[in-house]
């Protein structure tokens, strides 16, 4: 490992102009998960949970695959190909440098989680408590039977967290499932887009990783079994289990297995390609 170099990378993907589309992602979030779940709060005088806007972020349809794709964008200038690629190559050696990638693009996930983390907290802590159970707020958002509940889920669709979630799961566990399951996806399509853009371009890089999580979007809003090939059905636990019954609809346990082969199979793959790539002084490079 070279750690100058990921500090080089960090602090470039830090300082990086396309951060400001983050700082977008930070607003919609805010207008459409944490100001409606304080509105929700006040009007029925209940305090929420203290992870339960960030489960709203990582745990609701709408929202995940907003922060995967605003993610994929903050990172489409990296890995850097251009310029002294080929000098930094030689004095690194290409495992190493790709290695050093992957440690970069770990790191960058985990920022990225633990912003999204803060940011949920910092304007719902006073509202919230830190016990282990759901509030009666987000129950009650979930709650058919009762017209004014069923109209405030409905004008404010992205806070809420799924029945199937809330009936099967202590917040604290949820909230620790689907952030190892969120950062394996986020993993698995950072990689997916480095390598292509290693072996072609950014922009087939990702087109490809977004149409992959088009598909599993598509399939997941038309309830296809076939969802569960894509990424983005496996990312959240409360897809797993039906919303009222005690009934698995796929283990959770299976989808981290298979979120870990998947990132180790694209892993290989980027090895490959890392390996046979020519390239030559200037940045330019041909297979």
């Known amino acids: 490992m070279k750690p100058g170099l990921i500090k080089s990378t960090y602090i470039a993907w830090v300082k990086n102009d396309k951060q400001i589309i ?6 919609c979030l805010y207008m459409y998960v944490i100001s409606p779940l304080i509105i929700c709060s006040e009007y029925m005088a209940q305090p929420l949970c203290f992870v339960e806007p960030y489960m709203s972020f990582v745990g609701n349809g709408f929202c995940m695959p907003l922060i995967v794709m605003i993610f ?9 190909i251009s310029g002294n690629i080929t000098f930094v190559l030689h004095r690194s050696g290409r495992m190493k440098w790709y290695n050093n990638q992957l440690v970069f693009l770990v790191l960058s996930i985990i920022s990225f989680i633990i912003i999204l983390f803060v940011f949920s907290i910092v304007f719902t802590g006073r509202i919230s408590f830190i016990t282990n159970g759901w509030s009666n707020t987000m129950i009650n958002l979930n709650n058919e039977s009762i017209e004014e ?6 004008t404010y669709p992205l806070a809420v967290t799924d029945l199937s979630m809330i009936n099967h799961f202590r917040p604290y566990n949820a909230a620790v499932y689907n952030t190892i399951l969120m950062i394996l996806m986020l993993m698995f399509h950072g990689q997916l887009q480095m390598c292509l853009s290693v072996c072609f371009n950014k922009g087939v890089g990702c087109i490809t990783s977004l149409s992959v999580l088009g598909l599993g979007l598509l399939t997941w809003a038309a309830s296809s079994k ?11 636990v409360g897809w797993h289990y039906d919303k009222l019954f005690q009934e698995t609809i796929f283990p959770h346990q299976l989808s981290l297995v298979y979120m870990i082969i998947i990132n180790i199979l694209i892993y290989f793959v980027g090895s490959i390609i890392i ?5 030559y002084l200037g940045g330019q490079s041909y297979d």
Do not use: E, G
Not at 22 to 27: A, D, G
Not at 275 to 279: I, Y
């Open 22 to 27: 983050f700082m977008f992602l930070l607003v």
């Open 72 to 80: 994929l964008v903050t990172i489409i200038d990296f890995p850097d």
């Open 149 to 154: 509940y069923r109209n405030l889920k409905s």
């Open 226 to 236: 076939l969802k569960w090939i894509f990424p983005l059905a496996n990312s959240t």
């Open 275 to 279: 390996k046979r790539k020519q390239f």
